[in-house]
T-cell receptor
């Protein structure tokens, strides 16, 4: 049973518009949430994270929102650029746990 | 470049064989993690080592084992290989033990193909 779900396998967005990637999790004990970006033939690259004590974290064009009551995490990219085209994975970690649990990823295509 | 290196980049072998994957963490990082990514799957956590000792275990098969050496590099050993072991194997490293806000940085991966 998947503990972390990214329900959209793919997303296409026009350059300059907002990209919104979503992630749902099942366990309310998760307390740290991350987004990774992955280009083909490369390893995942850390993008941004948020702890459960916050509901928003911003870093440049990237903002992560956490809705604990809905067990929902989202990543907003504004404005989207063609170089943002990649697979995005959300990952979660439980309190007191060392391991990350990943979603299956969403492939973002930013169209020029 | 994350600073984590993995060798080899590609590995092709036959069923029943044994292979060793190698990972060098970022300078200063004490923890090494191994993940497996099969087709259409997210990354599955296999095992973590911290400063030479096993710290956490995930979905790692008994045919697989790992170790971390005094210079902090790590090796993942896969034996009695089956077709289903074909996957991308990623290594990640982090500064500390992995709890709280410790961020994991990933290497480029080793693509294993079992024929």
């Amino acid at each position: 049973d998947q503990q972390v779900k990214q329900n959209s396998p793919s997303l296409s967005v026009q350059e300059g518009r907002i990209s919104i990637l979503n992630c749902d999790y099942t366990n309310s004990m998760f307390d740290y949430f991350l987004w990774y970006k992955k280009y083909p033939a490369e390893g995942p690259t850390f993008l941004i994270s948020i702890s459960s004590i916050k509901d928003k974290n911003e870093d440049g064009r990237f903002t992560v929102f956490l809705n604990k009551s809905a067990k929902h995490l989202s990543l907003h990219i504004v404005p989207s650029q063609p170089g943002d085209s990649a697979v995005y994975f959300c990952a979660v970690r439980g309190a007191g746990s060392y391991q990350l649990t990943f979603g299956k990823g969403t492939k973002l295509s930013v169209i020029p | 470049d994350s600073g984590v290196t993995q060798t080899p980049k590609h590995l092709i072998t036959a069923t029943g064989q044994r292979v060793t994957l190698r990972c060098s963490p970022r300078s200063g990082d004490l923890s090494v993690y191994w993940y497996q990514q099969s087709l259409d799957q997210g990354l599955q956590f296999l095992i973590q080592y911290y400063n030479g000792e096993e710290r956490a275990k995930g979905n790692i098969l008994e045919r697989f084992s790992a170790q971390q050496f005094p210079d902090l590099h790590s090796e993942l050993n896969l034996s009695s290989l089956e077709l289903g072991d074909s996957a991308l194997y990623f290594c990640a490293s982090s500064v500390a033990g992995g709890k709280n806000t410790d961020t994991q940085y990933f290497g480029p991966g080793t693509r294993l193909t079992v024929l």
